[in-house]
């Protein structure tokens, strides 16, 4: 087996959000109170300014780090994992390369709050304490862009509904949520094969599934302020979330094989 290297991570943040380093290994990530309708953001990954192409894991790769939060009901969404920013927009702006949106690729550990609801599929778990894995296919974003036209029409739950359904068939999704408090120090695994992925805590395995995502991913670590979701009802929605007092992760000991 391959020894463990630290990785190297590039921080960004909204305005008043921090990236502290603690010490080698370690930061802290921290957003401000405020009031819903602003978004807030700190986060570190590994992917700034790169193609989707050129992001830097694909199979075998065991990401592990200790982290806590300052609270088991943070409102929105923090988390650390492997992913391909399917949502990041760019034009190649200031030597940054170009994006469109695309489908989903993951794996990762992702705490989300009520009212998220980030399934697809009725089975698989939608917020809390979760560990997910989204496999889909390789679409060109200029291919996805047409149908944003027709994104109004989702507002009717009609159509919602059996958009979703589409939507699932396409998009492969597992998930679970598992028991944690996450005020306390937890040392998380993830095992990344090429035929499948295990989600272990504090060494105890808390998912296993044969569903791998589409290569290659990046790494993100993150807390933020936002919401999403695409209910069974058909009922959509995003925005952003009020956090009464500052929210906070710290992590450490972030190592790859």
């Not at 391909?84 to 469109?100: H, I």
């Not at 089975?123 to 149908?147: D, E, K, T």
């Not at 035929?195 to 044969?210: A, E, K, N, W, Y």
């Amino acid at each position: 087996m391959s020894a463990p290297h630290v990785l190297k991570l590039t921080p960004r943040t909204t305005p008043d959000a921090k990236v502290t380093p603690l010490h080698p290994c370690s930061w802290r990530l921290e957003i401000p109170d405020g009031e819903a309708g602003k978004y807030r953001l700190a986060q570190l990954d590994d992917y700034t300014n790169l193609p989707r192409k050129q992001l830097l894991w694909n199979p075998p790769v065991t990401i592990s780090l200790e982290g806590r939060a300052s609270s088991n009901h943070i409102p929105g969404t923090w988390g650390f994992g492997l992913w391909n920013d399917p949502f990041g927009v760019s034009f190649g702006v200031q030597g940054g390369s170009r994006k469109l949106p695309t489908l989903p690729n993951c794996a990762w550990f992702f705490r989300a709050s009520p009212p998220n609801y980030l399934s697809i599929h009725d089975r698989a778990a939608g917020q809390g304490n979760l560990a997910a894995v989204f496999r889909s296919p390789h679409i060109p974003g200029m291919v996805l862009a047409p149908a944003l036209i027709g994104f109004p029409l989702l507002f009717i739950p009609v159509i919602s509904r059996m958009a979703r359904k589409w939507a699932g068939s396409i998009i492969k999704q597992e998930a679970v949520d598992f028991p944690c408090d996450l005020r306390e120090w937890h040392t998380y695994k993830i095992v990344w094969e090429a035929c499948g992925v295990s989600f272990l805590v504090d060494s105890r395995m808390v998912f296993q599934t044969p569903l791998t995502p589409n290569t290659p991913l990046g790494m993100v670590i993150w807390v933020d302020n936002q919401y999403a979701f695409w209910r069974p009802d058909g009922k959509i929605g995003w925005g952003t979330l009020s956090n009464q007092e500052p929210a906070w992760i710290e992590i450490r000991n972030v190592m790859q094989r």
